[in-house]
């Protein structure tokens, strides 16, 4: 009653133009793409491309406590049913997912240039944001 039932969630695939499934199923699409994705279920994204290997990304459910506040305060039992029923309590995260694939012949072309871009997702869950537009290795180091 609070929030929707489903979440938009962005997903892009380096490098581009990358199936995308998912379990459980949400249908088939390519990358770029923008899925629409029922909030009550955790998902696994599956990326494959020819010429690729398979990478998948974890979809996680999280209780969002403002809706369930509400509902027990505001809809009484209603809103506690429908909501714990249709998953109008929780959220999906990330929002935004960049599943990068390996090259299986590394003797392959790539590209001069590679973009990252880093930003920060949530500071409130000390998450960061860092994507690219081919498979990179990160290292974080903390000071």
């Not at 944001?129 to 081919?134: F, G």
């Amino acid at each position: 009653m609070s929030g929707g039932t489903t979440k938009i969630v962005s997903v892009a695939s380096s490098p581009s133009a990358a199936t995308i499934t998912s379990s459980p199923s949400s249908g088939t699409f390519t990358t770029p793409a923008s899925l629409e994705l029922e909030r009550k279920n955790s998902y696994t994204l599956i990326a494959n491309k020819d010429g690729y290997s398979e990478a998948t990304f974890q979809l996680q459910r999280r209780m969002r406590t403002g809706p369930l506040i509400l509902d027990i305060l505001f809809t009484g039992l209603i809103g506690v049913i429908v909501d714990a029923a249709t998953g109008g309590w929780y959220d999906l995260k990330p929002e935004t997912v960049t599943i990068s694939m390996e090259q299986l012949d590394p003797s392959m072309p790539g590209p001069d240039v590679i973009e990252v871009r880093i930003g920060e997702a949530d500071l409130a869950e000390g998450d960061l944001h860092v994507d690219s537009d081919q498979p990179v290795n990160i290292t974080v180091i903390q000071n």
